[in-house]
Every structure is written in C-alpha cells, then in structure tokens.
C-alpha cells in the first residue's frame, strides 16, 4: 500500500504514509491508551492504532511537542546509543568544534559499532560528532568523553546535568555510548526533549542525522561512514539508531508531511523500521 500511494504523495512531501482508515480525526494522548495492554491490541470506536512491537512509542509535532501517539511513553528503560545524541549535544556546548582530540588506545579498541579509529590519531570535535551520529560510532563517542579536562566522568556529570537543565527528570548517563547499565536509562518523553533541544539549538544535529554517508576525517586518513538509519530517504530524513541486547532496538526518526514536522521515538522493538513505518502511515491518514 504505502509503494502504491508514495508516488501521489510527492508533490507535497517526499515522506512515507498510509493505513487506510474511514473515521473522524481523534488526537490519541497517552492516558487514552490502556496501560495493562499492547497497543497493538488497543480499539475504541473512533480509531484502531497501528500493530506495533516497540515497548514504548511517541509521536509528537516537533514544533511544538504536542503529544500525538504515545504508549508507556513515562517508562524508564534502557535506550542504547540513543545516548549519543546526548553525547553530541554536550560535546558541542563543551568544546569547540575545531578542537582536536587525540585518540587513545581504549577508545579504538572499544567494541560494538565502530568508526575504526587508530590511537594516537587526531580527530576534530566535529568529525567526532559525525561518526558518533552517523555510524553510531562507540570509538568517537568513548572519544569525546575522554576528552573532557578532568576525564570521563566529568563529562557524565554534563551529560546529568544537562538532562536536568532540560527536565529530563526520568534519565540518568554512566557511558556515553549506551552500553546497558542499570544506572543508564531513560523515557520516550525524556528523549523527546532532548531531541527537539538538540535539532532547534545544532544545526550540526540535524546534518549529522540526515546523512546516508560520510567520510570522517582524520588527520592524513578519512574513514567511510555509512548511517545506521535504513528509512532515511524513504520516508524519514533523521534521526539517530540504537540496539542493544536490553534495550532491544531504538530509533528516533524525523519527518515531515506537508508543513509540519514530527519526531517519533521508538524504544525497545522488535522491527523498529517497520514500526515506524506503520505509525507514519497512521498518522498521515488517520491525522494529517
């Protein structure tokens, strides 16, 4: 269905939708949604929402942040390398973007996805920034922690203390990869906070999200990053992807119909692209 009608839709908005359906327009705020049931197998009489797998979802104008969709959007959990938007964030306020930073061994022997790096290599803050976003980076987010004057653990300090300058007041950061960890964890709402800050304050944030690929430069070398986000030119131009083996996969994803903006978050899924597709398609039909 959504192949079908994406060519109709071109004039107006390069981005997916579609499920049909034949009833009045109904705003779906959290507290409509069951708690004690999936949404998938929630019903009323105006509206069946999407079959989802995801744990928690939001659905939001960008603009404005008004609530659309949500289900469990309050719960805690653990959110992957969701993390390093947040990374990204406290990076940009905390350095210039022109600074160096010498790689060391730990940071390019750190596992998971990776840019590659070499130790003793020099990367600039904005490189970083772009292989930490881009390709999820671990190498470049361990990076740009360990640049901090007085260490790591300096820079989780930022990172609290900026989820609580934001009233993100569900969040806390040890790592600023997303490793699971108990004492790392967030909410769908909180990361809608943090991602609306982040695209409305870096436009850097929302280059880095939009880019199939990059070549992060290095001092001398140049290192092929290719983002890890499958519906970006489909439907989605942002944002950022997470996986891990608690958090399951994660994904923010930016788009727009017509005028107006929305951002989804999507945390703990099962077939998160796939989730995001049918929670577009509902939203194009069903509210736009």
């Not at 009833?23 to 009323?44: C, G, L, N």
């Not at 979802?57 to 469990?72: R, S």
């Not at 750190?110 to 930490?132: C, F, M, P, Q, R």
């Amino acid at each position: 269905m959504l192949d079908m009608i994406l060519p109709a839709l071109l004039f107006i908005s390069p981005y997916e939708g579609g499920a049909i359906l034949s009833t009045p327009p109904v705003q779906i705020m959290e507290s409509t949604i069951s708690i004690e049931q999936p949404a998938a197998q929630y019903e009323d009489t105006y509206t069946r929402l999407p079959i989802i797998s995801a744990v928690s979802i939001l659905l939001a104008e960008e603009e404005t942040g008004e609530v659309i969709y949500a289900h469990h959007a309050s719960m805690q959990r653990e959110i992957a390398s969701l993390t390093k938007v947040m990374t990204a964030v406290v990076a940009l306020e905390h350095y210039g973007k022109d600074e160096v930073v010498t790689i060391s061994q730990r940071a390019a022997s750190t596992g998971g996805s990776s840019l590659h790096l070499y130790a003793g290599e020099v990367v600039s803050v904005k490189e970083l920034i772009y292989g930490a976003m881009i390709p999820s980076g671990n190498d470049a987010a361990i990076s740009l922690a360990e640049h901090a004057p007085l260490g790591e653990e300096q820079f989780y300090d930022w990172m609290n203390q900026k989820a609580k300058d934001l009233g993100m007041h569900h969040t806390h950061f040890v790592n600023p990869i997303g490793f699971d960890d108990g004492l790392q964890y967030s909410t769908a709402e909180d990361l809608l906070t943090l991602t609306r800050y982040a695209r409305h304050t870096h436009t850097i944030m929302v280059e880095a999200g939009s880019l199939s690929t990059y070549t992060v430069q290095a001092k001398g070398r140049g290192y092929e990053a290719v983002n890890t986000n499958e519906l970006l030119g489909q439907g989605v131009d942002g944002f950022k992807t997470g996986t891990t083996d608690l958090a399951g996969r994660s994904f923010i994803a930016s788009f727009g119909f017509g005028e107006r903006r929305y951002l989804l978050v999507i945390l703990g899924s099962e077939d998160r692209f796939g989730d995001a597709k049918r929670v577009m398609e509902w939203l194009l039909w069903w509210v736009v």
